[in-house]
């Protein structure tokens, strides 16, 4: 799990966290989640979807999504099997001005 502040987060420290308004986004592949699962109140945007997701119009975000668009400032994090496609998410997201 990756997160700005936190480059590494356990799990217990993600549930923590999801007791305030982070928004969690799963970067893996559905292929991934369908086998695997997924960790609870995460929405997937696989990672070759992100930048133009992050980049879409907050409406069509929420269509697609089923979630409010994170603005720039919003806590975000990042989640993936082994920590390296949320590291990319994480960089992606602070080129597009994510804090």
Known sequence: L?????????YQQLKDLKKTS????????RWEIDRSGKIPASI?????????ALQ???TEFKERYNQKMPSKSDPVVFSCLAGTRSKQALGFAMSLGFS
Do not use: K, Q
């Open 44 to 52: 997937n945007i696989p990672l070759g979807e992100l930048v133009e």
């Open 22 to 29: 982070v928004l969690h986004i799963d970067v893996r592949e």
């Open 56 to 58: 879409m119009d907050p």
């Open 2 to 10: 990756c997160a700005g502040g936190a480059p590494s987060l356990s």
